[in-house]
């Protein structure tokens, strides 16, 4: 059985965002020149019909007024990457957390550099907040959507910027 795919690009603060669904389900939020983004080809037609929930929570995000996403996900990925993306799902708004600190959380304290290669494959940009991870001293570390996008988001999430 083949999944049918559909997209859409919004506006956002950080410029046009594409959502991908796969059979209604998101899974994919890309920003333009995003390092691991998948081919245009593979995102299916384009249908800005069957977005609508994912789009009202971005905007309330981008407003300040959605601290966490409830937008049902399909993620892909192998059972390790499944894992660290939940885990960056338990970080809090406004916070940020090490990709040592992910590993412990995980029980594998000696896998952060495994972390940071599965946090570099998140398919959902900003609703799964791989931006909140940092370096093990709190510096800014890479983000497959650029570092100014990284730190933007960080300081808009701490109340320090706002778009």
């Not at 916070?95 to 959902?124: C, F, H, K, Q, W």
């Not at 988001?153 to 109340?159: C, I, N, R, T, W």
Request: with cysteine; glycine share 12%; net charge negative.
């Amino acid at each position: 059985m083949t999944s049918t795919k559909h997209h859409t690009v919004i506006d956002s603060p950080y410029g046009p965002l594409t959502l991908v669904a796969e059979e209604g389900t998101l899974c994919g939020l890309y920003m333009t020149d995003q390092r691991h983004r998948p081919p245009e080809e593979t995102f299916g037609l384009r249908d800005d019909t069957l977005f609508d929930e994912s789009k009202e929570q971005l905007k309330a995000y981008f407003a300040g007024e959605l601290k966490e996403f409830t937008v049902e996900l399909r993620l892909h990925g192998t059972a390790f990457q499944r894992g660290v993306w939940d885990q960056l799902r338990k970080i809090p708004y406004g916070e940020t957390r090490s990709y040592g600190d992910l590993a412990d959380a995980m029980g594998n304290p000696s896998a952060s550099r495994a972390v940071g290669l599965a946090n570099g494959r998140n398919p959902i940009g900003i609703i799964v907040p791989c931006h909140r991870v940092v370096g093990a001293n709190g510096s800014l570390t890479g983000y497959g959507g650029g570092l100014d996008r990284k730190q933007r988001l960080l300081d808009f999430e701490s109340g320090r910027a706002l778009f």
